[in-house]
């Protein structure tokens, strides 16, 4: 089914709007399935506003164009510099000499010149004034300028030597930059490769710790019940035995009687002895105070 509208905008425009509607549910209200302006006949359609950008297809010219004129801006900048650089080249480049040996290729070359040159003038000129009663200022003139060429030789020689210095640090800051180099890579190498080797064999290291300690103890647990199994047996067996010893004895063993029966009759023995001999001591030391008493008398009765 299609419904037509038509609505005049500003300036007199007609504009139709065609709505079509499903039939399949006789409703025109139920179910718009599209809503489209329709163009009248013999209306040319009209180009879009002013202001509005152009078709899309515009779009593409335009960016091809910014990029010739980039690649033309960039190609008259190198242009510009490599006419810069041929001209600075022309007008100084081909005149520069390498800072190695400017500086003395060039006292050289002065000292060269003024010994060829000018001390032979200088020469000339304090010869020709020692003639005369004068002469002096000339004659130290000249002597003063071989001193200073030789202090030149002297300072050029210096730059020799230090240029050769230069020569050789190079090499030398070469073989401890080599050097450096070197230990990094050992150092990155021992940082990615040793440590992680150290780490794998130390988990190792502690599993096979771990395991010896767990063997160690399972032994000594082992050895311990054996020799408190040997040691109980042996106690057992010793403690049996000396208590169906001990039973047996009597109370008092013969051994001991006859022992204490010898000792005895030693005893009154001894006794009796000790006895003897102090009864005769004493009767030796009385007859010995008697004659002791006998001397004193009679050393008495000497005086």
Same mark, same amino acid.
């Given at each position: ?12 425009a007609?504009?139709t709007?065609?709505?079509? #509607? ?19 006949? !013999? ?6 506003a ?18 010739r ?7 008259? /900048?190198?242009?510009? !510099?490599?006419?810069?650089y041929?001209y600075?080249?022309? #007008? ?6 390498s ?10 070359k002065?000292?060269?010149?003024y010994r ?6 200088l020469?000339?000129?304090a ?6 009663a004068? !002469? ?20 050029v020689?210096?730059?020799v030597?230090?240029?050769?210095? !230069? ?16 230990? #990094?890579?050992?150092?990155q190498?021992?940082s ?5 080797a150290?780490?794998?064999k130390m /988990? #190792? ?5 771990n395991?010896k ?26 403690q ?11 109370i008092?063993?013969?051994?001991t009687l ?14 009796l ?26 050393a008495?009765?000497?005086?």
């Amino acid at each position: 089914m299609r419904d037509i509208d038509t609505d005049t905008g500003i300036g007199g425009a007609g504009r139709t709007v065609v709505m079509e #509607i499903d039939p399949a549910l006789g409703s025109a209200g139920s179910n718009v399935t599209q809503l489209r302006p329709e163009t009248p006949t !013999g209306e040319a359609k009209t180009s879009p506003a002013k202001g509005v950008e152009g078709a899309p297809g515009d779009a593409p010219a335009k960016k091809g164009g910014r990029k010739r004129f980039a690649f033309l801006i960039a190609g008259l /900048v190198v242009l510009a !510099g490599a006419g810069w650089y041929g001209y600075n080249w022309w #007008i100084n480049g081909r005149f520069i000499v390498s800072t190695d040996d400017a500086y003395v290729q060039a006292g050289k070359k002065f000292v060269d010149d003024y010994r060829a040159n000018e001390l032979p003038k200088l020469k000339a000129v304090a010869d020709k004034a020692g003639g005369d009663a004068g !002469g002096t200022l000339e004659a130290q003139t000249y002597q003063d300028a071989v001193q200073a060429l030789d202090r030149l030789e002297k300072r050029v020689f210096y730059l020799v030597q230090a240029r050769q210095l !230069g020569i050789q640090q190079l090499p030398q800051i070469r073989i401890v930059q080599s050097g450096d180099e070197t230990l #990094i890579e050992n150092l990155q190498a021992t940082s990615a490769l040793t440590v992680p080797a150290w780490k794998q064999k130390m /988990v #190792i290291l502690l599993g096979l710790t771990n395991q010896k300690s767990a063997l160690e103890l399972q032994k000594t647990v082992t050895d311990a019940t054996n020799e408190m199994i040997r040691q109980t047996s042996k106690m057992m067996k010793d403690q049996a035995i000396s208590i169906e010893e001990q039973a047996q004895r009597g109370i008092v063993d013969v051994e001991t009687l006859a022992q204490a029966n010898r000792d005895l009759i030693d005893t009154v023995q001894g006794v009796l002895k000790v006895q003897q001999e102090g009864r005769q001591k004493r009767a030796d030391a009385e007859k010995q105070m008697d004659q002791m008493t006998l001397d004193l008398k009679k050393a008495l009765t000497q005086s």
